[in-house]
């Protein structure tokens, strides 16, 4: 099949990529993250999650972000919502997307979520439906699509049948997670084309983490199966506090490159998004994990001080 002339990126940085920060990140530099993202050409950003505070204590200010981040013409800021307090906290902030998570393994709903995939679906149903009456976009992510912290290898057929339930309740797109990023490409092409015999394609969104490597080979993988719809985290930030020892999403950064190469337009400035990357690795007391951002910041030193 022919690679996607078009690809979209979900920036997931704010969110996924700051959810599991040990240290206090102040809402102002959320903030100016996100306003970095927009001039960088980021259209869809997930800015926060609507979460209990006790379970992600960095996503406490969740609705402090939504109401200091300028919400541009053009630009999707979606946010996280587990359940009906989450929707009515995130309608109250003025979000015009949400999401929706859920996973494929029983053992990480209960742990990241607190109740069995059943439960998950049943307490989604009435938020989906609430969102979609309030004109709402809902996304759906379904987590361990390519392995379990707990439960080791997943079922793709466990994986179709969770994204199937979400798309059918009215999620217009339904995210894969590689949560633990231990997913090699066949194992992708395999899960995928198990989920595109039970919704379509173009509803899915493949969402890497590169704990092991593997994402931007995964993603590769994703494209010549023609998904056309990737989250990313600027500078490779994250983890998921519900899986230990996962690393951060794929980096934006490497994406752009990839499709770069590829001849894949995105509309992102490469040069603007590494320096978003070198400044909240900077903010965060640490070197960007991006291996792309990291070249090109080099190669910006060299030339300014040449
Ligand atoms: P629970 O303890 O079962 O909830 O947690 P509960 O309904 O029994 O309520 C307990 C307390 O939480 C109550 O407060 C509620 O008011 C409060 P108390 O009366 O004890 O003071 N509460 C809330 N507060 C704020 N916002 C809310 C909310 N709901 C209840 N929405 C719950 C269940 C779902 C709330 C909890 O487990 C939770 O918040 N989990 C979120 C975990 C999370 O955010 N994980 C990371 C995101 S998922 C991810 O990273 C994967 C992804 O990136 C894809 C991938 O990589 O695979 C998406
Ligand atoms: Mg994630």
């Known amino acids: ?46 800015a926060t999650a609507f979460v209990s505070p006790r379970w992600v204590p960095q996503m406490a200010d969740a609705a402090d972000v939504m109401a200091k981040i300028e919400h541009r013409e053009g630009i999707a800021y979606s946010v996280l919502v587990p359940n009906m307090k989450g929707f009515e906290a995130a309608l109250a902030a003025g979000a015009k997307e949400i999401a929706v998570f859920g996973a494929a393994s029983e053992t990480f709903s209960q742990k ?17 439906a609430a969102a979609r009456e309030a004109d709402i976009k809902v996304r759906g992510y379904v987590s361990c699509v390519l392995g379990c912290p707990w439960e080791g290898e997943i079922k793709p057929t466990a994986v179709a049948e969770v994204a199937w339930a979400l798309f059918d309740m009215g999620c217009h797109e339904v995210s894969l997670g590689d949560t633990i990023g231990s997913g ?9 084309e198990a989920v595109a015999k039970r919704m379509p394609l173009k509803k899915m969104a493949g969402h890497f983490h590169d704990t092991w490597g593997m994402a931007i080979a995964n993603i590769y993988a994703s494209l010549e199966l023609g998904l056309s719809v990737f989250d990313a ?43 978003t990357a070198g400044w909240i690795s900077q903010e965060l007391g640490r070197e960007t994990q991006s291996k792309v951002a990291r070249a090109l910041l080099a190669k910006k030193a060299a030339s300014l001080a040449a």
Request: glycine share 12%; proline share 5%.
């Open 233 to 275: 985290s600027v500078g490779g930030l994250g983890g998921c506090p519900y899986a230990a020892g996962a690393s951060g999403n794929v980096a934006t950064e490497d994406v752009v490159w990839l499709l770069r190469g590829l001849g894949i337009e995105t509309g992102i400035d490469l040069a603007k998004l590494a320096d």
């Open 112 to 128: 990241n979520i607190n109740c069995s995939i059943a439960e998950s679906l049943e307490r989604f149903r009435p938020v989906v």
């Open 1 to 46: 099949m022919a690679l996607p002339s078009k690809v979209k990126i979900v920036e997931v940085g704010p969110r996924d990529g700051l959810q599991n920060e040990k240290q206090s990140v102040p809402t102002a530099t959320k903030v100016e993250l996100i306003r970095r993202l927009g001039d960088a050409g980021l259209k869809s950003i997930e």
């Open 184 to 192: 090699t490409p066949d194992a992708t092409k395999v899960m995928i």
